[in-house]
C-alpha cells in the first residue's frame, strides 16, 4: 500500500516560486498516476495537475497554472514535483497528491484518487 507525503510547502510571495514534493513509500510507484490538488478554505477539492504512470511525457494541467506550473516524476527517487512559478494570491491552498490507477480519462477527478497525503500549505503574500 502506498503511503504519500507533501512537502515544500511554506510563505511564497506573489510572483515567486516554490517547489512542492510528493514522497511516497510502499508499494510500486510507477505503477501510479499521481495528482496534485488543492483546497482553499470553503472551497471544494480542485485538479491541479497529473502525470501518467510511467511517463513524464504525459502531463494533464488545471487551466488555471497552465504555462505556470510544471509536475515531474522521478520513479527512481520515488517522487512527484510540482514546481510552482509566478505564483498567484489565488494559488493559496493546501495541496494534496494522490495516486490513480484508472484511466487518463480520470485524472482531474478527485474521487478516483486515493492514498491521499497529509497535505503541505501553501501561503502566498501580496
Known amino acids: 500500500q502506498v503511503r504519500l507525503i507533501e512537502s515544500g510547502g511554506g510563505l511564497v510571495q506573489a510572483g515567486g516560486s516554490l517547489r512542492l514534493s510528493c514522497a511516497a513509500s510502499?508499494?510500486?510507484?510507477?505503477?501510479?498516476?499521481v495528482g496534485w490538488f488543492r483546497q482553499a478554505p470553503g472551497k471544494e477539492r480542485e485538479f491541479v495537475a497529473a502525470?501518467?504512470?510511467?511517463?513524464?511525457?504525459?502531463?494533464y494541467y488545471a487551466d488555471s497554472v497552465k504555462g505556470r506550473f510544471t509536475i515531474s516524476r522521478d520513479n527512481a527517487a520515488n517522487t512527484v514535483d510540482l514546481q510552482m512559478n509566478n505564483v498567484k494570491a489565488e494559488d493559496a491552498a493546501i495541496y494534496y497528491c494522490?495516486?490513480?490507477?484508472?484511466?487518463?480519462?480520470?485524472?482531474?477527478?478527485?474521487?478516483?484518487?486515493?492514498?491521499w497525503g497529509q497535505g503541505t500549505q501553501v501561503i502566498v503574500s501580496s
Open positions: 494522490a495516486v490513480n490507477t484508472g484511466p487518463v480519462s480520470t485524472y482531474r477527478n478527485p474521487q478516483h484518487y486515493r492514498n
Open positions: 510502499g508499494g510500486t510507484f510507477s505503477n501510479y498516476g
Open positions: 502525470v501518467k504512470r510511467d511517463s513524464n511525457s504525459v502531463l
